[in-house]
């Protein structure tokens, strides 16, 4: 089954060219079937680069997907036409009286900041309020990861000596996790960011569990034990040149950054990178879908909100 996405949306043409399933609203008005509803609240500067690595990885499911993109209202964004955010996003106030089956927040380039400095904190925490209540499974990527683990358990985030780049493998902790159903023991996934969270905080907090680690790259995966928040601190969604466009971006910018590690053949810059998680990555996102989604979602959206209210699962 497909993602349903407006016929114009920009990421439409790269999916189709990449053989992945998308369906138009036109077309899906014709089928009869309950489709899951997922949210993205997309926090990323180059927001049309971010809703075509997402909708990559959710459209190869058999689970027909509708997909509701959410920018923030607080933030005026420099990197994406406003033409674009007009058509395709909606804000927070226009969908508050909604439920959905999912949540994904995206990382943001704004972790040398303390969290309630960033300008749109009071409005994310709205969403992360709205999604405790009116979203049954809520996926935290990078810095959101980090921002919702302070938010709903007081988490702190440590900033690191040097940028954590490149791709790093990581080991499965609890392999009967269903996330992890056709895993191998250890799988690798990029990593981008300044700071970090530490498992021994993650660890105190009874509530949680540490889903997968990295020597290299330090805690990379942390459940909810309700299973209703997923918190990664990498970027299986990342493309092959994500992390080259990064590193020769900073380049330029006379920032001196460090190479990303295990990522380009022979750590030289100049070579093209290899792409190893793609199968993990599409598992992973499938997983989620299928599992944490798909599998446990109330049939009618409206109970998702009675099921929060009262407790129950």
Known sequence: MPIKIPADLPARTALERENIFVMTDERAQSQ?????????????????????????????????????????????????????????????????????????????????????????????????????????????????AQAGLYYYYGVPKHTLPQKMSGIFRHTVIHPECRLFRGFDDMFTAPHSRNTEVRREDVDRI?????????????????????????????????????????????????????????????????????MNWRAHAHLFYSNWLNYYVYQETPFSLPAIGKRRQTGRR
């Open 32 to 144: 009869d079937i309950r489709p899951l509803e997922i949210a993205i609240v997309n926090l990323m500067p180059t927001k049309i680069a971010t809703e075509t690595q997402l909708l990559r990885l959710l459209g190869n499911s058999p689970i027909q997907v509708n997909i509701t993109l959410l920018r923030t209202v607080e933030h005026e964004s420099k990197n994406t036409p406003a033409n674009h955010l007009e058509r395709f996003y909606k804000t927070f106030d226009e969908i508050c009286d909604q439920s959905f089956d999912g949540m994904i927040i995206t990382g943001a380039p704004v972790e040398h900041l303390p969290f309630e400095a960033v300008d749109y904190w009071h409005e994310l925490t709205m969403i992360m309020d709205y999604a405790a209540c009116r979203v049954y499974s809520t996926l935290f990527l990078c810095w959101a």
């Open 206 to 274: 009874g509530e949680l569990r540490v889903l997968a680690y990295s020597d290299e790259a330090g805690l990379t995966m942390v459940e909810s034990r309700d299973r209703t928040q997923v918190f990664m601190t990498g970027h299986l969604e990342y493309d092959r040149d994500t992390l080259d466009g990064e590193y020769h971006r900073d380049l330029g910018r006379g920032l001196n950054p460090v190479v990303p590690r295990h990522y380009y053949p022979g750590d030289d810059p100049s070579a093209a990178p290899l």
